[in-house]
């Protein structure tokens, strides 16, 4: 078992989805994943709903309601940082913008704020308190990878580079406009997570977004369990060198990347 209690500056530590349909999502994950929900400590008026996918008593993921008028189901990455007060104004320095917070959170979960990178995607920033992260991570049912799709390398590398130290590394064997990021101290030797140029042949209409991976023991069974219960598939599925990838669309409209990993043991 994967299981993680702490997290280090710099890494994801953390995965959840808002939606407009929360019952239909948990039905649609639980059946995916494997996971069951457990609304969050407290009053509910208080946690705006929020909630957690858990497996073996453990924290996966989390969920909750859409909060404004419009606002599309969506998955969101959380970045570890150790002040988020002081990330968020070299965000503003470097180019990005702050759409919410520096925020606290409920039950002393922690500080965190929404922001979109210089290129246009959306990532969140977390300085953790009592909320612990993602407790079992690169399993079956559980996140394990997250993936920025951006039109602009180079504008990318620059301001992760300056935000939160990372370096964009591309392997020789990987192709061109695939890179991993990097940064010092980092657990695990493929990189923080993946960079990946948005291509021609990829929709017109895509924005740059950071894709969030789930393990799955079959990709081809989950691409078919997911659109037997109303997904649609985005993507694949394909092979690489560390599994099976594919990328769905859930009933709601939030899209969601599963792999089937092939990679030779949890990390």
């Not at 890494?11 to 349909?21: G, K, N, S, Y």
């Not at 989390?62 to 404004?68: F, L």
């Not at 140029?197 to 991976?213: C, G, L, N, R």
Request: hydrophobic residues 35%; glycine residues 12%; aromatic residues 10%.
């Amino acid at each position: 078992m994967s299981e993680r209690s702490e997290y280090a500056p710099g890494e994801f530590r953390w995965v959840d989805l808002a939606t407009t349909d929360v019952d239909g999502a948990l039905d649609f994950y639980g059946e995916l994943l494997g996971v069951e929900a457990e609304p969050a400590p407290g009053d509910p008026e208080e946690t705006g709903g929020y909630g957690f996918l858990m497996k073996d008593g453990k924290m996966v993921a989390g969920y909750g309601p859409t909060q404004q008028e419009g606002q599309p189901p969506a998955w969101s990455s959380y970045i570890s940082v150790e002040n988020a007060d002081e990330t968020a104004e070299k965000v503003k320095e470097v180019g990005g913008q702050l759409h919410a917070g520096p925020f606290d959170l409920p039950n002393e979960s922690g500080r965190m704020a929404v922001l979109q990178d210089s290129t246009g995607a959306f990532v969140c920033i977390n300085e953790p308190q009592n909320h612990p992260g993602a407790q079992i991570v690169n399993e079956p049912g559980t996140w394990t990878w997250n993936n920025l799709l951006t039109r602009d390398l180079d504008a990318a590398k620059d301001f992760y580079g300056e935000v939160f130290g990372w370096r964009a590394i591309h392997n020789e064997e990987a192709p061109p406009g695939v890179h991993m990021w990097q940064m010092d101290g980092q657990r695990w030797p493929e990189g923080l997570a993946g960079l990946m140029q948005i291509t021609d042949d990829m929709p017109a209409e895509m924005p740059p977004h950071w894709q969030v991976y789930f393990i799955v023991e079959n990709a081809d069974q989950a691409i078919e369990k997911a659109e037997s219960t109303g997904a649609k598939l985005g993507f694949g599925p394909i092979d690489v060198p560390v599994g099976r990838l594919a990328t769905l669309v859930d009933p709601q409209g939030a899209v969601v990347s599963i792999i089937e990993s092939h990679y030779p043991e949890p990390r």
